[in-house]
């Protein structure tokens, strides 16, 4: 049985959202594509929010996932920043949700886990692990590449049994 699937990783963000997207098949993982949406930051916050749905919507027409993992929100000391990642992170929800994919949630701390072997890794960490596991990845946005890391980290967590989910799907 030949199973593969293809995942959309996404790092939410109102100035930047990243997205990545790889192919697994077996214990092989390939790259497809990555990059950013990024809603210009003079527009008021529901065209925001709309820019990074479209944004996402476009490119699950374009690349075709099977499914979809994306970073929880990360709280710390500023709780407006977490409120306002928390609705970035609704719209691409939303956006995923109405494509029909599931959507896998990770702890930024479990993908840096599972990327360098270090819950508190840097980005710079995270992106030189991913020109590793994805080799033609290439120069990559600090959010691409955690991108890419998201959807890594829930091939790895979910493993055989996702990808006999996914070919169940087809």
Known sequence: MNLSRVI???????????????????????FIAAGRINPS???PMALRL????EGIADIVRDKAPTEAAIEETFVNKNARSALLLGQA?????LA?????LSV?????????QS???????EKPQIQAMINILLPGSGTLAPDAADA????VTHAHHTGVEGLINASRSC
């Open 8 to 30: 959309l990783g996404i790092d939410p963000g109102l100035r930047h959202t990243g997205w990545g997207v790889i192919a697994q098949q077996g214990n092989h993982l390939s």
């Open 41 to 43: 930051a003079d527009l």
């Open 50 to 53: 709309l820019a990074v749905a």
């Open 89 to 93: 992170r609704g719209s691409a929800i």
């Open 96 to 100: 995923l949700a109405q494509a029909g």
């Open 104 to 112: 896998a949630e990770y702890s930024a701390n479990r993908i840096k």
């Open 115 to 121: 990327i360098t072997g270090h819950g508190h890794a």
């Open 148 to 151: 890419l890391a998201v959807a």
